[in-house]
């Protein structure tokens, strides 16, 4: 029997692009600085996928507490539970 239960599993339409933006994101958004308390989107993007946080997390909002790294680390409210996600920038859109 071959393992089925990988990070992105269920994400073919959930991680999709839309036609014009496929491909490497620009640089620019992976250098990215947020200030602590900032509230920032979670966007996954496909194409690079190192530092993505887990796929319940996709489309959530959160608020920026620190840094760890080249990430940055949130907190979510998640039902009644506060949680923690680590993620690089590529992944976090700042809230308008």
Known sequence: ???????????????????????????TRSIQV??????VHIVCDSSTQNGMPHRRFHG???????????????????GNKTKTVVSRPQHLRPQK
């Open 1 to 27: 029997m071959a393992h089925h239960n990988g990070m992105r599993k269920k994400t073919r339409y959930k991680f999709k692009k839309d036609l014009r933006t496929r491909g490497l994101t620009p640089v």
């Open 34 to 39: 947020f200030e602590e308390g900032q509230r």
């Open 60 to 78: 959530k909002t959160g608020t920026v507490v620190g840094r760890q790294g080249r990430a940055w680390v949130l907190t979510i409210k998640d």
